[in-house]
């Protein structure tokens, strides 16, 4: 039975197709993203293939060490279940760092398999480096019923414009916000309340005006986080709808389009507003080692972030309080407020030449996706669970019911969701996520910048890298 006709797919069928990269993670993973902390210890797996006719699949990615580790174990665990293929996991830095080493490594000195961002499927799409997942899954005569079983809309964030799946999700996040559920009750802030970035600045001044704490929030600075307020809401700010109608993108709309600028407006006016006011961390805080601590010791009451953070957070909170979820707010009052951004971190087959190497690949992604890879995954890393039968193992039904009920959350408002929430669907996501980043950043930190001109300055950015990737790809 597929998974769109089981618990809870109905409506994450139709809810996850904004993206972005970021995954959190245990106490110590790297986050994948170019602003983001990454791990100064970065081990590489150390286990040789076994000799005879097994062949080496060599996988680069950004994972930090928790997280490798315990991608090790389902790395050890396939390893284990057959004697064709042998996978060793590589750490190549951080997101852009992997990127940049795969768009200039040699055809034969590529790996067979690569992580990679959600938000990156349209960079991917169209380099040399990677083959989509749809030449494997069609030849596959075995079918791969986990596949089959995974929500429906989550497979279209990892496919191109026609529907042909580019990569696999081994990292499935979701933006919120964490809050201190004991702290936002002492201060009267209900925090089913808080659904636009405008009830995050009220009750974000309610909390430190009442002297609850000195920040109502902090803020993972990382520039995806601007699409994904804009997908809550359902604006598309990029013509072609979003680049998804089988044109390629060629316009940024951010001040060409009432909507588009007006919801964009109204949200780098909050983050002004908030920096201004003192009711933020200072924007750039580092979330791990500066935001999370505040939460744990109650100087900060809300952190916006992914979900994959959790674990983290409630490390940092160590039971001395409650910890909640809100789902991300919607830039403006005014959107639609019913799409549901998605996040992290998926695998994709690289074009090394050595087919049988990347054939490996291909069945290694299939078995990560199991319900038993992929719930222990899940469950060890605050990861949402990609598929049906992660959902249901045992490890992640523990994980739901005896680590972080909170999670319900999440999941019970991806069941009410719709689709209008898309990611762009561009190959040039390393200079729209930095543009936007640099917008949400003067915004926070300068209390005079103009808005109008920092959207503008956002526009030209993000149009001028549009111009120079299409005239070299015309």
Avoid at 307 to 326: C, H, P, Q, R, Y
Wanted: a negative charge; aromatic letters at 10%.
């Amino acid at each position: 039975m597929k998974a769109k006709h089981r618990i809870l797919a109905a409506g994450m069928a139709a809810a996850m197709t904004l993206s972005l990269a970021a995954c959190g993670g245990s106490a110590s993973t790297a986050e994948p993203t170019a602003s983001s902390a990454v791990e100064t210890v970065t081990p590489e797996a150390t286990s040789e293939a076994a000799s005879g006719d097994v062949t080496e699949v060599t996988w680069w990615t950004y994972f930090g060490d928790k997280n490798i580790g315990y991608l090790q174990n389902i790395i050890d665990d396939f390893n284990n279940s057959q004697n064709q293929y042998h996978v060793t996991i590589v750490y190549q830095g951080n997101q852009m760092e992997c990127n940049a080493k795969l768009q200039s490594t040699e055809k034969e000195n590529l790996p067979a398999m690569f992580s990679g961002a959600v938000e990156d499927v349209a960079m991917y799409a169209n380099s040399d480096f990677c083959v989509p997942l749809q030449k494997y899954v069609d030849a596959d005569t075995e079918g791969w019923q986990e596949l089959d079983d995974t929500w429906d809309a989550l497979r279209s964030a990892y496919s191109d414009g026609q529907g042909n799946l580019i990569g696999y999700p081994i990292g499935y996040s979701y933006p919120n916000i964490f809050y201190n559920a004991d702290l936002l009750k002492k201060a009267g802030v209900d925090p089913a309340s808080i659904q636009s970035f405008d009830d995050l600045y009220d009750a974000s001044k309610t909390i430190v005006d009442g002297g609850f704490a000195t920040y109502g929030i902090g803020f993972f600075a990382n520039g995806a986080m601007f699409n994904v307020a804009l997908g809550r809401e359902g604006v598309q700010a990029y013509n072609n709808e979003n680049g998804l109608n089988g044109q390629p993108v060629t316009e940024c709309l951010y001040d060409s389009d009432t909507t588009v600028h007006d919801s964009i407006y109204n949200m780098l006016s909050i983050y002004q507003k908030m920096g201004a006011e003192k009711l933020c961390v200072p924007y750039g805080a580092d979330y791990q080692s500066e935001i999370i601590p505040q939460m744990a010791s109650g100087d900060c009451a809300m952190m916006m972030g992914v979900i994959s953070m959790t674990t983290k957070v409630l490390d940092a909170a160590a039971g001395n309080f409650e910890v909640g979820v809100i789902p991300m707010p919607s830039a403006s009052e005014s959107g639609k407020r019913t799409g549901e951004p998605a996040a992290g971190t998926g695998t994709y087959v690289c074009d090394n030449g050595n087919e049988k190497a990347m054939q490996g690949a291909y069945e290694f992604i299939k078995f990560a996706s199991t319900g038993e890879q992929a719930g222990y995954f899940a469950s060890a890393t605050g990861y949402i669970a990609p598929n049906q039968e992660a959902y249901d193992s045992a490890a992640y039904k523990t994980y739901r019911e005896e680590t972080f009920p909170g999670i319900s959350v999440v999941y019970d408002s991806l069941a009410k969701s719709d689709s209008s929430a898309t990611n762009p669907y561009v190959a040039i996501s390393n200079e729209m996520r930095d543009a936007n980043k640099v917008a949400m950043e003067t915004a926070a930190t300068d209390p005079t910048a103009d808005i109008n001109t920092v959207i503008t300055t956002a526009k030209d950015s993000i149009q001028e890298a549009l111009d120079i990737y299409n005239q070299s790809n015309s």
